[in-house]
Every structure is written in C-alpha cells, then in structure tokens.
C-alpha cells in the first residue's frame, strides 16, 4: 500500500510540473507569434498615435513577465481573461464550445470501448484464421484513410447521394442531440482509425497474454477457457490499450478541428480556429492550456488504471 501511494504522489507530483511547463509553453509560443496585434486592431492603415493607444489598452506595452504573473494569477482564481475581439470572458468561449465536443467525444468512447476490445479479443481468440486475417486486414485499411478523407466520401455517399443523412449541422445550433441524425456521420468519422488502433492493440496483448505462463498455469490448475482469457488474459491486455484510450479521448477532446470544420460543429475546434483567424490570443492560449490540462489528467488517469489493471508493468512516465 506504502509503495502505491508513493506511486501516486509521484504521478501528480509530475503531473504539476507538467502543468505548470504547459502554461509557460503556451504564454512563451502565444508570445512568439509574428505580427502585432495591436496593429491587427487598430484597423485599416492606423497612424502611430493610435497603434500606442490600443496597445496601451491591451496591456502590450507591459513587460511580458508582468502580463505572464498577471494571467498566471488569473487562471489560478478561473479567469482565463478577457477576449480581444468581443470582450466577453474566455471562459465563456470555452464553455460555448465544450458542450458539442464533449458530445461528440461522449458517443465516439460510447461505442469505441465495446467495439475495439470486442473485435480484438475476436481477432485474439481466432489467431491465424479467416476472421483474424479479415479483421486485421479490415483495421489496417481503414485506419489509412485521413479523417478528411473519409469525413468527404460518407457525405458524398450517405449525404449527397443516398440523401439518409444531413451534410451538415448547420442550423441545429446547440441542439445536436435533440437531431441525432446530424452526428452520425461525424461520430462515424470520429471512430473509425481509434477503433482499428484500439483493436489491433487488443489483439496483439490478448495474444501476448493468452501465451503466458501465468494463463499456462490457470489452465493447469483447471480453470475453464472462458475465465482464463476474460479474468486473466484480458486484464493484462487492456493494460497498452488504457493507455491508447486515454490518448484518443484527449484527440476527441482537443483535436477534433478536421471533424468539425467539416461538418460545421460549434465546438472547441471551431472556436480555436475562429480565435487564431482573428488573432484573439487570450482565447487561443486559455484553449491551448485547457487542452494541455485535459492532457495531463487524462494520462494520469490512464496511468493509475494501468497500474491497477497490470502492477507488475512498467508505467510510462
């Protein structure tokens, strides 16, 4: 017990660290970026009396490790500032945005967890035979194709052609779970390569597993068939699939902007997008530190799972 609390209090005591170098990273890069906002808004051909008086009324003109202790001691309190273009509160974008992605990364876990465990063990359990060589093949195919490229063709075909299914959200506003029709196909998109990924790992640990001696000795000591694979085998092979889970949900969550934009959803994508277009850097950086938290906690999370799942592997730092 000493040993995994020791364990744990390492992982978060990381886990701060890594939070606080995603805060520095994000104000050093946000920093970095060419051109000058306070150009940007000062409007078409703006004299130099006026640039001074916006970047006065932005804060620019203050030394950057001010305007860094400043927002540091904002986001501890909440406050992610202020937006540039509309003066409404971060927070406000971020919460605008949150409900359609996590909607989408909801229903894209919802059915990626029983598919991709399920078609590995099945794969795992048929290893050699017809149905692993289909699954195998079925997973490397369609784990090539862009989400980009497959977002295009399932509109063209169940969109444009077939007409089973809206293009688009455009017009269901945040109401896209009262129209489920209109997430289909992005959900579709969204869970394609994750699910290939997931099972391949699956099957490979299950197969890894199933030759251990440790299942060798569950069999010996007359353990039934389906207790070995599902209460020993699987355990140990869900272990490098945590982990790959804890990175797709963190995809789902930050690195949706494809999806998105192809299918007009207002969430997080579409707000950093729109952010970056308009060169509104308190939005784009209290987004960038979101999704580096959302980061570091998932793959915490991952890690204690990982560990409770197999203690005897080694956990990735």
């Keep these: 017990m000493n040993g995994l609390r020791s364990w744990i209090a ?46 006065e009324a932005m804060g620019l003109d203050r030394p950057a490790h001010e305007r860094l202790a400043e927002w540091v001691r904002g986001l501890l ?7 540039l273009t509309s003066g409404r509160p971060v927070s406000g974008f971020l919460a605008d945005g949150f409900g359609p992605t996590l909607l989408l990364a909801g229903l894209t876990v919802l059915l990626l967890v029983p598919l991709g465990v399920g078609l590995g063990v099945l794969a795992a359990r048929h290893e050699g035979r017809f149905t692993d060589r289909l699954i195998s093949s079925a997973t490397l195919g369609v784990y090539a194709v862009p989400e980009f490229a497959l977002g295009v063709l399932l509109v063209s075909v169940f969109a444009l052609r077939l007409g089973w299914l809206p293009p688009t959200a455009v017009g269901y506003g945040d109401g896209l779970l009262a129209h489920p029709a209109a997430l289909v196909l992005p959900v579709l998109v969204l869970l394609a390569r994750p699910v290939c990924s997931l099972a391949r790992l699956v099957r490979a640990g299950m197969i890894e597993a199933l030759a251990a001696p440790y299942t060798a000795q569950a069999r010996r000591y007359g353990l039934s068939g389906t207790r070995v694979r599902y209460g020993h085998a699987l355990p140990n092979a869900l272990a490098p699939a945590t982990q790959q889970l804890a990175r797709t949900i963190d995809w789902l969550l930050c690195g949706v902007i494809v999806v998105e934009a192809l299918y007009v959803i207002p969430g997080l994508g579409t ?6 277009a308009d060169r509104d850097i308190p939005v784009v950086q209290g987004l960038a530190v979101v999704f580096g938290l959302a980061t ?22």
Aim: no cysteine; hydrophobic share 55%; aromatic share 4%.
């Design 10 to 55: 390492r992982r978060l005591v990381l886990g701060a660290l890594q939070t606080a170098a995603v805060v520095l990273l994000v104000f050093a890069l946000t920093e970095a970026l060419p051109g000058d906002a306070a150009v940007a808004f000062a409007g078409d051909q703006p004299d130099p009396e006026r640039i001074a008086a916006v970047r």
């Design 271 to 276: 707000v950093l997008m729109n952010a970056v």
């Design 296 to 317: 570091v906690v998932l793959n915490l999370g991952a890690d204690l799972v990982t560990h409770r799942l197999a203690p005897r592997s080694e956990v990735a730092a």
């Design 77 to 83: 309190h909440g406050d992610f500032g202020t937006s």
